[in-house]
């Protein structure tokens, strides 16, 4: 069984800059794609940034795209979300989810792992 845990999240103003922290435990973690999803009051749960087993390989939904930067450390079971230029509208809750798939950019059925969730928060 794979444990996730978010951190990194909290108050920001637009504009602003935060870096979210994954750890995983159990597991193989270097075998697993790791994605951050976020989910903002009455919309769906969307993928906004995924990273494949290696590292090589990144995926950005267009909104966070140039903004955001996901990497991943496999000595230390560890995925971070670099989110800059914050908007009011990346206001959500933010979750860590681990794929058994090397690489996917699937929706969250492909993903089977979740962490509890990290708020986020931009204000004007």
């Known amino acids: 069984q794979v444990q996730l845990v978010e951190s990194g999240g909290g108050l920001v103003q637009a504009g602003g800059s935060l870096r979210l922290s994954c750890a995983a435990s159990?597991?193989?973690?270097?075998?697993?794609?790791m994605g951050w999803f976020r989910q903002a009051p009455g919309k769906e749960r969307e993928l906004i940034a995924a990273?494949?087993?290696?590292?090589?390989?990144?995926y950005y939904t267009d909104s966070v795209k140039g903004r955001s930067t996901i990497s991943r450390d496999n000595a230390k079971n560890m995925v971070h979300l670099q989110m800059n230029s914050l908007k009011p509208e990346d206001t959500a809750v933010y979750y860590c989810?681990?794929?058994?798939?090397?690489?996917?950019?699937?929706?969250?059925?492909?993903?089977?792992?979740w962490g509890q969730g990290t708020q986020v928060t931009v204000s004007e």
């Open positions: 989810a681990a794929s058994l798939f090397y690489m996917t950019y699937g929706p969250g059925a492909d993903y089977h792992y």
């Open positions: 159990g597991g193989t973690f270097r075998s697993y794609a």
């Open positions: 990273v494949s087993a290696s590292g090589g390989t990144t």
